[in-house]
């Protein structure tokens, strides 16, 4: 064998040497992508749930127990819902985009400012919702007749506020796990990219 022949089986052998190796990389990134993508899937579940579950919930427990009455405290209640639903909706939207806008084949450092922006949209949902939920009560207390300044009032709202705490807490603790395991995964997809 001449010295030319080796040199081109060298490079032959090369290329398909660096061939192999990119095609791993790339079985293996699309395996690493592909948890995280099943959890982002789940989580799009949940945000259209969310998006679709208030309005009939409300027609269910309202239609039935409300009546028409050309009064101020029927308006005012039936204000103080629509504003709390119309938020919820719309914030339910917002975020249901932003999941959707996530794709983990984008860069890395793109798809963490994506989840950085997921987390502050959450975060801020959270605690507006669960500030305004008693504004909701009220107006559902306006809109069927219920006395609002009773000692049972109090203590159901008391109750139901101490409840939403408890699962805004446990459901923020999930949510920030999530986050942190979407983070190690991009981590590992990004020295899998530098290599």
Not at 40 to 46: F, N, V
Not at 74 to 98: A, E, P
Request: hydrophobic residues 50%; aromatic residues 14%; positive net charge.
């Amino acid at each position: 064998m001449e010295w030319t022949e080796l040199q081109t089986m060298w490079q032959q052998y090369d290329a398909r040497l660096a061939e192999s190796t990119r095609i791993n990389k790339e079985i293996l990134k699309r395996m690493l992508c592909s948890k995280p993508e099943r959890r982002m899937k789940r989580m799009k579940g949940w945000a259209i749930y969310r998006i679709i579950v208030p309005v009939p919930i409300m027609c269910i427990a309202l239609i039935p127990n409300v009546k028409f009455r050309n009064e101020w405290d029927f308006y005012l209640g039936f204000l103080l819902l629509m504003v709390m639903l119309v938020y919820v909706l719309y914030r339910g939207i917002q975020y249901f985009i932003l999941i959707r806008n996530i794709n983990f084949t984008n860069q890395v450092a793109k798809t963490k400012k994506q989840l950085v922006q997921l987390e502050e949209s959450k975060l801020k949902d959270n605690k507006y919702e669960y500030l305004f939920f008693f504004v909701a009560m009220v107006g559902v207390c306006l809109l069927a007749q219920l006395p609002v300044m009773t000692k049972e009032f109090i203590a159901l709202t008391i109750f139901i506020i101490i409840f939403f705490m408890v699962s805004n807490y446990i459901h923020l603790k999930k949510f920030k796990n999530q986050l942190n395991n979407f983070n190690a995964e991009l981590e590992e997809i990004e020295c899998l990219e530098k290599e």
